[in-house]
């Protein structure tokens, strides 16, 4: 789970919480949700740093992967968040959830275009109850299509947390 730290507050302090505590890894996803590409490397840093604070606050580990919001990076961001000692993850299948309030499209369009190795980018937020109701059943068509999930510092052989 990559999370925004300016939203962990009350009951999403609780979500990260159980998230990790349940085995999952909850990573760095800026503070504010800003376009990368639009600030400095100061606020860059700064962005990284405030969250993965945060997060090591209510997990006791200090995250080293970043998604960047929007997926919005260039030389200057990928070169300031390797020098912070992220690793950058992006996504290669979209689920396009963050448009649609539809349960079957959201699912018809994972299920259309998914294939062995994706990173599957979906959201959660008060507001998008589809991409809740979808999950579930996405879970259950791959697990039996027979794929397996897996967490990234799995998947990708790399290190999490610091």
Same mark, same amino acid.
């Given at each position: 789970f990559f999370m925004i730290a300016a939203a962990m &507050?009350? %009951? %999403?302090?609780? #979500? $990260?919480?159980? $998230?990790?505590? &349940?085995?999952?890894? #909850?990573? %760095? /996803?800026?503070?504010? /949700?800003? /376009?990368?590409? $639009?600030?400095?490397? &100061?606020?860059?840093?700064q962005e990284l740093n405030t969250t993965s604070e945060r997060i090591h606050e209510l997990t006791g580990k200090y995250p080293l992967l970043f998604r960047p919001p929007y997926g919005a990076i260039n030389q200057e961001v990928v070169d300031t968040v390797n020098a912070q000692g992220y690793t950058t993850?992006?996504?290669?299948?979209?689920?396009l959830d963050w448009g649609m309030q539809d349960k079957e499209a959201i699912i018809t369009n994972i299920m259309t275009y998914v294939s062995p190795g994706d990173i599957i980018l979906m959201h959660s937020s008060r507001s998008n109850h589809a991409t809740v109701e979808a999950l579930g059943e996405i879970i259950e068509r791959l697990r039996e299509q027979g794929y397996v999930f897996q967490r990234l510092d799995e998947m990708l052989s790399i290190k999490a947390y610091k």
């Open positions: &507050e009350e %009951n %999403n302090i609780t #979500v $990260a919480k159980r $998230a990790f505590d &349940e085995g999952h890894l #909850v990573l %760095n /996803h800026s503070f504010t /949700h800003p /376009h990368f590409t $639009a600030l400095t490397s &100061e606020q860059i840093i993850i992006l996504w290669s299948l979209d689920s």
